[in-house]
Each structure stands twice: as C-alpha cells, then as structure tokens.
C-alpha cells in the first residue's frame, strides 16, 4: 500500500531476558519527526475500530502480547486506493508499522492477554482540533 512501510525488528538476546529497538532515526521508515508517543491499551479481543488522520502519520508497534493491525487505503488519489492489508505484529513478531494520513487503521488485540501498542506519532495530538476521523467498530 503506497506510503505505507513495515519494518521488522530482530530482538537481542541479553543475559537478562531480550532488548528489543522500537524506533531508530537512521531507519528512516518516513523521514518525519516524532512529536509524541503514547501508549495503548487494549484487553483481549479488543477492537479500536476504523479511525483516519487528515495530516498525521501513526507509527504503531505492539511491545506486550499480539494484535492485528488491519489497514484500508481511503485516498482517493492513491495508487492503492481501495487495497486493504493485514498484519500481525507484537512480542513475538516485533515490527513497527507506518500508516500514512487518509489510510483507515484499526486494531484488535489476539490472545489470552492485554497488548499494549506504542504509537510514535509525527504530529502531538491536538485537544482543541483533533485530526481524528472515526467509523463505527462495525463497520
């Protein structure tokens, strides 16, 4: 899908357990700032439902349990306009997901146990106008 990018992650065995990067500026996964990072979430089988920016750029990456991310290309001038795509990430699978403004994202969390997912947003969220668009988790 046209702006979207995966990198995968390799997690480094310590003698204490496993290190595990979520975000290094020499990946150059976009070539935009990061303005804040927050941290969601989500209990087992948990939907966040299909939600779009207009100018902001998520960067997700699931650091505790699982989730499928599930993206749908709403950009009428894309290339890909219409695709959809999937992708299982977390723990086990590590990787961090670009997901450009206009493309319809949402994520349900697998397994027995929370997931929590990171989001590494180019734009800080904005109280007073949020650059947030929603669709019922129906849908």
């Not at 046209?2 to 500026?25: C, D, H, M, N």
């Not at 290339?79 to 961090?96: E, L, N, Q, S």
């Not at 450009?100 to 106008?129: F, Q, S």
Request: with cysteine; net charge neutral.
């Amino acid at each position: 899908m046209q702006g979207v990018a995966l990198k995968e992650i390799r997690p480094v065995a310590t003698s204490t357990g496993y290190l595990t990067e979520v975000f290094r500026e020499e990946w150059d996964l976009d070539g935009l700032p990061v303005g804040q990072v927050f941290q969601r979430t989500l209990y087992p089988g948990a939907v966040t439902g299909w939600h779009a920016h207009g100018v902001t750029t998520d960067r997700l990456f699931c650091s505790v349990g699982s989730v499928r991310i599930s993206l749908f290309d709403g950009r009428k001038a894309s290339p890909t306009f219409g695709a959809v795509w999937h992708k299982i990430v977390g723990a086990v699978r590590p990787a961090i997901v670009v997901i450009p403004p206009g493309v319809w994202h949402g994520v349900v969390a697998l397994g027995p146990d929370i997931a929590l997912v990171l989001n590494l947003v180019d734009k800080a969220y904005a109280y007073d106008a949020p650059d947030h668009w929603r669709l019922p988790p129906d849908t």
